[in-house]
Each structure stands twice: as C-alpha cells, then as structure tokens.
C-alpha cells in the first residue's frame, strides 16, 4: 500500500504538487488556467494510459511502461510498469486519499464549468458568471479565447 502511495505522489506534475497536497481545488484551478496543455495531458494520461493499462489486465493482455511527460517535484523520470498503473488506476477509483484522483477530479469538475460557459456563449448568452475561471476574461469573446486553450479540434474536453 506504501508503495501505490508513493506512486500516486511521483505522477502529480511539480507544479500542481502544493495545492494538491494541501487539498486546495481554488488553487489548483488557478494553476490549471496558466497550464492549458499539462492539465489536459492529465487527464488524458488518467482516461487513456491508467484506464487501458486496467482493461488490459482484466482482459489478460499485455501492455508496455509508460513514461510520464511532465516533471514531477523530485524532478525525476517517472516510468510505470503495467502492474504499477494497474494498481494506480485501482488506488484512484478506490481510495478517497488519493492525491492523483483528487487533481483529475478537480480539473475535471473545471472542465465541466467551462463546457458550460462555453455552451451559454455558443448560444450567444451573457457568461459573465464564468469569468472568474479564466485568467481576465472580461466579455464573452474573451471567455471563448480563453477556452479555446482547453478545446481545439485535437483537445475536445
């Protein structure tokens, strides 16, 4: 159990690593809107490399390590096994302390107000409500800017 743990510490990015330990969501939002490209390669890494590392295992196929793209706060290359992102993905759906799924949850619920801001600007509605969750949005068009960095025809969140 130490050692998922220890696992579940070395794949958060150095940047977010405070706010998640602190358990600061405000915080981690705030860095996630500076970090446009990290907070989706997070999430695509939780969706696609630990979700197909578990279907692969519950399936009896094989897979291969998987390097992790970002620096961690030790600044050392993370490089998981099969099993060991088997285990993370089970320690993330499982555990309520897990500090990996504690980041995934919080940029996904940011993801979430963001399709939504986005779904009131498409329907040329006022989303001054969502401002706050860019970096200075002041009017609609400047909102759809700043969402542009999460979706592009590559990144659809």
């Known amino acids: 159990m130490e050692q998922i743990q220890q696992i579940d510490l070395s794949v958060i990015p150095s940047v977010f690593y405070n706010a998640v330990i602190n358990r600061n969501r405000k915080g981690i939002i705030n860095i996630a809107k500076y970090y446009p490209n ?9 969706n696609t490399v630990l979700k197909l590392a578990y279907a692969y295992k519950n399936n009896n196929k094989s897979n291969t390590c998987y390097k992790v793209i970002w620096q961690n706060i030790n600044k050392d290359n993370v490089i998981l096994t ?31 107000e963001l399709r939504a801001a986005m779904k009131m600007i498409n329907n040329k509605e006022y989303a001054g409500y969502y401002f706050p969750l860019s970096i200075n949005a002041r009017n609609n068009i400047e909102m759809k800017i700043f969402i542009s960095k999460f979706i592009t025809n590559n990144n659809v969140i």
Not at 106 to 111: A, D, H, M, P, V
């Open 38 to 46: 990290l907070s989706l390669n997070v999430i695509k890494f939780y």
């Open 82 to 112: 099969v099993p060991q992102q088997y285990f993370l993905y089970m320690y993330c759906v499982t555990s309520q302390s897990s500090n990996f799924a504690f980041l995934v949850n919080t940029i996904n619920n940011y993801l979430v």
